[in-house]
């Protein structure tokens, strides 16, 4: 089955922990992305990939790294995480990146205490 | 730069049909999304409208008018299940999808 597997789902941690979100896809997209989710505010672009070892920062990079040394696989890693991280993350991947049939992962929920 | 606009919410009775409105002002046009995301759930695909005018499925149409940056989404017949948040979204030029706040849908009996 096509999916975009994410892990954990949830997740309650302490400020300043080093934390990472996996994320991996089995359709052999070239373009990832990770989003942030919060009321009001909609889904906003944290970072995407284009490709394998190529990412770029999207609109809310501050505190957030990604890396993407294999294809399918494209975590988002929170070196020190503070309270103002705590939201709904979701990573997507697409054949293109104009986003034409972006598959989402569940989604995982983050809270920084 | 992306500007994409869509109500906040959104009541309707069940049986009924409601229409979403989303307008967008774009640097760089290339296609508008309409994705449905029930509460806690992950976004899931409805249509895709690169060209002007209706495009139909099944109980969900979406309609673009690029000549005024303008589009709608119609939910007919509408059912309990269709409770949801309605997500519009356009492709920037940076590489990167941009969405709209989502407009939550609340269907009543």
């Known amino acids: 089955e096509a999916q975009v597997t994410q892990n954990p789902r949830y997740l309650i941690t302490v400020t300043g922990k080093k934390l990472t979100v996996t994320c991996s896809q089995n359709m052999n997209h070239e373009y990832m992305s990770w989003y942030r989710q919060d009321p009001g505010l909609g889904l906003r672009q944290i970072y995407y990939s284009m490709n394998v070892e190529v990412t770029d920062k999207g609109d809310v990079p501050e505190g957030y790294k990604v890396s993407r040394k294999e294809k399918r696989n494209f975590p988002l890693i929170l070196e020190s995480p503070s309270p103002n991280q705590t939201s709904l993350y979701f990573c997507a991947s697409s054949l293109s990146m104009t986003g034409y049939g972006y598959t989402f992962g569940s989604g995982t929920r983050l809270t920084v205490v | ?109």
């Open chain 2, 1 to 109: 730069g992306q500007n994409i606009d869509q109500p906040t919410e959104m009541t309707a009775t069940e049986g009924a049909i409601v229409q979403i409105n989303c307008t967008y002002q774009t640097s760089g046009f290339n296609g508008l999304f309409w994705y449905q995301q029930h509460a806690g759930e992950a976004p899931t695909f409805l249509s895709y409208n690169v060209l002007d005018g209706l495009e139909e499925k099944g109980r969900f149409s979406s309609f673009l008018s690029r000549s005024k940056g303008y589009s709608y989404l119609l939910l007919k017949e509408l059912q309990m299940k269709d409770s949801a948040s309605y997500l519009c979204a356009s492709p920037a030029a940076g590489n990167k999808l941009t969405f709209g706040g989502g407009t939550r849908v609340l269907v009543k009996p």
